[in-house]
């Protein structure tokens, strides 16, 4: 389900209402007739981030109307983290958009009790496909994945309707066995040559 954010038009400078407790926001693309200045309550800007990142999607209830938009944009107060202003993206539903989302590596602790570690490379791809199909993240599940597996960007199954834009061939997560890496250092550097001289 679609988080809802209620927002209201700003009227007033960013600065005036970050004071009266506001986070800023703009919202822009063909799904709007303008680019528009608002302002969300900060407590409950706060609430959605938690579960919610860059990419995102989330509809914005707006003079009663409600628009599907992607998150493009968060910024941050640069000493104490807080949201100051987000960007984001609203369309037809129809239309083509392009993303990068987050790759979330389930049931990893299957993994741990076979003595193996997820070695991760790449945690987003980019996709695009319409705003009604496109998902916030994508799962992959690596429990029963064995030592030396590798996952692609092909491997990785999409929603019907989203299209994969990175590399398909591209290397994201691999298996290894716990220790194996330090293992192959501590071999190398024993073989270093000079060292039986």
């Not at 038009?9 to 919202?27: D, H, I, L, P, Y």
């Not at 590399?167 to 330090?182: F, H, K, L, N, T």
Request: aromatic share 4%; proline share 4%.
């Amino acid at each position: 389900m679609v988080a809802v954010l209620n927002a209201m038009e700003r009227k007033e400078s960013s600065k005036k209402a970050r004071k009266k407790g506001f986070v800023t926001c703009n919202v822009y693309g063909p799904g709007v007739e303008r680019n528009m200045d608002l302002q969300i309550d900060n407590r409950e800007v706060n609430k959605f981030l938690k579960g919610h990142s860059v990419g995102a999607k989330t509809k914005l209830k707006v003079n009663g109307n409600e628009l599907l938009c992607i998150v493009k944009e968060i910024q941050y107060g640069p000493v104490n983290r807080n949201p100051l202003h987000i960007d984001f993206y609203t369309s037809s539903q129809d239309e083509v958009v392009r993303i990068r989302v987050p790759l979330l590596y389930k049931e990893r602790e299957q993994l741990a009790r076979e003595n193996l570690v997820l070695n991760i490379l790449e945690d987003e791809i980019e996709i695009q496909g319409t705003l009604g199909v496109l998902p916030e993240f994508i799962e992959i599940n690596v429990s029963k994945m064995k030592e030396k597996s590798t996952i692609t960007v092909g491997d990785i199954n999409l929603p019907e309707g989203v299209r994969v834009l990175s590399d398909r061939d591209e290397v994201v997560a691999r298996i290894v066995r716990a220790g194996a890496e330090s293992d192959e250092t501590e071999s190398g550097e024993e073989t270093e040559p000079g060292e039986e001289e």
